[in-house]
């Protein structure tokens, strides 16, 4: 079965230190794999995504994921976090060829000042 | 403006009544989604739609219903079989893509339901 983990329901961090919100997949076949940001009782947006190619992916609002294949990884980075950064971060997955788009639990991120 | 248009943003359900929250888009997106979000739980995948007038189950789909007539909409019920209604629902399109799976879905503003 097709599945997406964060392992950690919280990350906290300084203002101008890097960040990393970690992401574990089991995807049949090639994975194709996104990360969105969700703000307080609002939607998800799109952060970026990997579909095939280079293993670092850039994105939105300075943030890149680094995919690694024989960890099962998509890790999302960026290299100097703002406190506007701080919410719940979703990784989501889906099969080559599937319609299912599954997430993983999110992890909410804290940036302080 | 092109998006996906949920309503109500909040619903209030009595127990055993069955009630239906709306998903329309307008951006021509082929596939729809419903999810259920829970704290701490992330999104959990209720029903997905491909195509019109075809739909699946997810991984939580019991107690819940779904029609896809119109490309455009893709309405969830939530049934009195569902035993904890109580959650934030969003709703989700994306385009089919050259290769189907490789397009990142925009999502609604999602309503919360109560049941009182």
């Not at chain 2, 998006?3 to 951006?27: A, D, H, M």
């Amino acid at each position: 079965a097709q599945s997406v983990a964060q392992p950690e329901d919280q990350v906290n961090v300084a203002e101008g230190n890097p960040l990393t919100v970690k992401c574990t997949y089991s995807v049949s076949g090639n994975p194709y794999l996104f990360w969105y940001v969700q703000y307080p009782n609002r939607g998800l947006q799109f952060l970026l995504k990997y579909i095939t190619g280079d293993n670092l992916v850039k994105g939105s609002y300075g943030f890149e994921a680094e995919f690694n294949k024989s960890q099962t990884s998509f890790h999302l980075k960026k290299p100097s976090a703002l406190v506007s950064d701080s919410a719940l971060y979703f990784c989501a997955g889906a099969s080559q060829g599937g319609g299912k788009l599954i997430f993983g639990q999110g992890t909410e991120l804290s940036v302080k000042p | 403006d092109g998006g996906i248009t949920q309503s109500p943003k909040y619903l209030f359900r009595k127990e055993g009544q069955n009630v239906t929250l709306s998903c329309e888009q307008n951006l021509n997106h082929d596939a729809m989604y419903w999810y259920r979000q829970d704290p701490g739980q992330g999104l959990r995948l209720i029903y997905y739609s491909q195509i019109v007038n075809d739909f699946q189950k997810g991984d939580i789909a019991e107690g819940y219903s779904v029609s896809r007539e119109k490309k455009e909409s893709f309405p969830l019920t939530v049934t009195s079989a569902q035993k904890n209604p109580t959650a934030f629902y969003l709703c989700a399109s994306r385009e089919r893509g050259l290769i189907i799976g490789e397009t990142e879905a925009f999502f609604g503003q999602g309503t919360r339901l109560t049941v009182v």
